[in-house]
């Protein structure tokens, strides 16, 4: 709760500077190789050439790593986890993509609040967590005047993507 109330200061741009974003997803992804190897989850990086990014460090690796976690958190076993970032337009496109149950159109907004955990896996009830992965990741989003989104993979699972630039485009959702 701490967290996020100093997340939701949207005064606190003293660590912002120039950020590696692709240093930052590699470090994620190492971070995460063993679970997803324990957890028996194909976890693959794609990346293009990223430039960088305004941003704190500390915070969009904080997002990023939240995203991932959830993923194979809810990923079955067996299934994949794909960490996805490309240069788009004004800023960087973070997609994590999952082979998991997935995120119901109904609740993609309560997801991004806090203590709100899914009805429709079960991880109400067994998952061990708190329901404030995500709310983290739309306050980080937020304080960095980016977009979050949470929507469908293209074949099954869920779609969580971090639009790393200033939330003006048509049919972005600033969270």
Known sequence: MLRLSELEDLSRHAGFDAVDASETLQRVHELYAPLAEEKQIAFVLKADTLPALHADAAMLFEAISNLVDNAIKFTPVHGRVQLRASHAGAGVRIDVLDSGPGVPRSER????????RSR???????DGSHGLGLAVVAAIAKLHGYCFEVADADDGGARMTLYCWRCERAGARLT
Not at 109 to 116: K, Q
Request: glycine fraction near 6%.
């Open 109 to 116: 907004d309560a997801v991004m609040r806090r203590f709100y």
């Open 120 to 126: 429709a896996n079960g991880a109400e009830s067994s």
